[in-house]
């Protein structure tokens, strides 16, 4: 499995930025894939997923209404829309993958996730 995150940039505050997770090497049905972040001197975050198969999508409380995660099963793709970036959302962005074992799971923790793509810079300037 590979996981190849793009996207990344330099953005002023209240710019966006799209980010893309090209997802190779299985088929991911289902699978969660998730997009988390790593601010400078912070553990890994969670910031949103997607369920491959039915879409369902989840949000972290602080990036809710401005990030849009969506995905692309013709391109196994997976997106990042961020509208409204601040300074503070300066980070690493990594994608992952999950696999769903149960109609139960968590997407919110790193360790719940087996693949991970290399991550992209994202910094806002003020």
């Known amino acids: 499995v590979q996981l190849q995150a793009s996207g990344g940039g330099l953005v002023q505050a209240g710019g966006s930025l799209r980010l893309s997770c090209a997802a190779s090497?299985?088929?991911?049905?289902?699978?969660?894939m998730g997009w988390f972040r790593r601010r400078p001197g912070k553990e890994r975050e969670f910031a949103a997923a997607?369920?491959?198969?039915?879409?369902?999508?989840y949000y972290a409380d602080s990036v809710k209404d401005r990030f849009t995660i969506s995905r692309d099963n013709a391109k196994n793709t997976v997106y990042l829309q961020m509208n409204s970036l601040q300074p503070e959302e300066t980070a690493v962005y990594y994608c992952?993958?999950?696999?769903?074992?149960?109609?139960?799971?968590?997407?919110?923790?790193?360790?719940?996730?087996?693949?991970w793509g290399q991550g992209t810079q994202v910094t806002v300037s003020s």
């Open positions: 090497g299985r088929t991911f049905s289902g699978y969660i």
């Open positions: 992952a993958a999950k696999r769903i074992s149960s109609i139960y799971y968590d997407y919110r923790t790193p360790g719940e996730y087996g693949y």
């Open positions: 997607i369920t491959w198969s039915s879409g369902n999508t």
